[in-house]
């Protein structure tokens, strides 16, 4: 073989090397994104002066995305304190309870409470619920929110456009109970993270979710209280 034929050799070898890391470049894509995971929650007290004022739940770090959920007795445009941003709000329609659902993006040194109101002489129940490793630009993918005049609280179906979503199932029914983990059952999969009661108002509230790691169509199914009565519902899709 001549000089000049290795010399040759030597740059086919180069362009091959080249091209294969470029392949293995293009190929790992954009690094994967972290998979959103539960924090904490934190409940409001029971008051009859229509606001429930909830605090920051522990363990809230910067950049978290905390999800506020609120239920009151009667026809009622809940509201929500400055800095949050609403994702639905839903007064009172063919059933006994009104309900509402808000999210913010935590900042260092994150304090509460937060009051939310507007349930006039009714009462509320309130609860601020955080996760981490949400996208902070645009934190919800999908929602929907429903209520029924008898029965279970049933969140109702979404359908997702991004892979790793994390499921929010949200209800309530207009009973009271002993607050216990066995007042509610949630959907089967899902994680309970909150059962809370208003001893008088005859409301109870809870949570519960999971990561849906393919989107498409997801259908929490109905949460199972102790006791079955008019009751409210919602599902938020929250963004990785």
Not at 51 to 57: E, F, M, Q
Not at 83 to 101: K, M, Y
Not at 125 to 138: N, P, S
């Given at each position: 073989m001549?000089?000049r034929?290795?010399?040759?050799?030597?740059?086919?070898?180069?362009?091959?090397?080249?091209?294969?890391?470029?392949?293995?470049?293009?190929s790992?894509g954009?690094?994967?994104?972290?998979?959103?995971?539960?924090?904490?929650?934190?409940?409001?007290?029971?008051?009859?002066?229509?606001?429930?004022?909830?605090?920051?739940?522990?363990?809230?770090?910067?950049?978290?995305v905390?999800?506020?959920?609120?239920?009151?007795?009667?026809?009622h445009?809940?509201?929500?304190?400055?800095?949050?941003?609403q994702?639905f709000?839903a007064?009172?329609?063919?059933?006994a309870?009104?309900h509402?659902a808000?999210?913010r993006?935590?900042?260092?040194?994150?304090?509460?409470?937060?009051?939310?109101?507007?349930?006039?002489?009714?009462?509320?129940?309130?609860?601020?619920?955080?996760?981490?490793?949400?996208?902070?630009?645009?934190?919800?993918?999908?929602?929907?929110?429903v209520?029924?005049?008898?029965?279970?609280?049933?969140?109702?179906?979404?359908?997702?456009?991004?892979?790793?979503?994390?499921?929010?199932?949200?209800g309530?029914?207009?009973?009271?109970?002993?607050?216990?983990?066995?007042?509610?059952?949630?959907?089967g999969?899902?994680?309970?993270?909150?059962?809370?009661?208003?001893?008088?108002?005859?409301i109870?509230?809870?949570?519960?979710?999971?990561?849906?790691?393919?989107?498409?169509?997801?259908?929490?199914?109905a949460?199972?209280?102790?006791?079955?009565?008019?009751?409210?519902?919602?599902?938020?899709?929250l963004?990785?």
């Amino acid at each position: 073989m001549t000089r000049r034929e290795e010399a040759r050799g030597r740059r086919r070898s180069l362009r091959v090397a080249a091209g294969l890391c470029l392949l293995a470049l293009f190929s790992a894509g954009a690094p994967a994104l972290a998979a959103i995971s539960w924090v904490n929650s934190a409940e409001s007290t029971e008051n009859l002066t229509g606001t429930a004022p909830v605090n920051t739940p522990a363990g809230v770090q910067n950049n978290d995305v905390m999800i506020a959920y609120a239920t009151c007795k009667g026809n009622h445009a809940l509201t929500e304190p400055g800095g949050w941003t609403q994702v639905f709000n839903a007064p009172e329609s063919g059933s006994a309870l009104s309900h509402a659902a808000w999210y913010r993006v935590a900042t260092n040194g994150e304090t509460g409470p937060y009051s939310f109101g507007g349930a006039g002489g009714d009462g509320m129940l309130a609860a601020v619920y955080a996760f981490r490793d949400v996208d902070t630009t645009a934190p919800t993918n999908v929602w929907a929110q429903v209520n029924g005049a008898s029965g279970n609280p049933d969140p109702p179906q979404v359908t997702t456009t991004e892979n790793g979503c994390e499921i929010v199932a949200l209800g309530a029914v207009s009973k009271k109970n002993a607050q216990d983990s066995n007042f509610w059952a949630p959907p089967g999969g899902y994680t309970e993270r909150e059962d809370s009661e208003h001893d008088n108002q005859d409301i109870s509230q809870t949570m519960a979710h999971k990561n849906q790691a393919t989107s498409g169509a997801e259908d929490p199914g109905a949460f199972t209280p102790d006791v079955a009565d008019k009751w409210c519902a919602g599902t938020i899709a929250l963004r990785p």
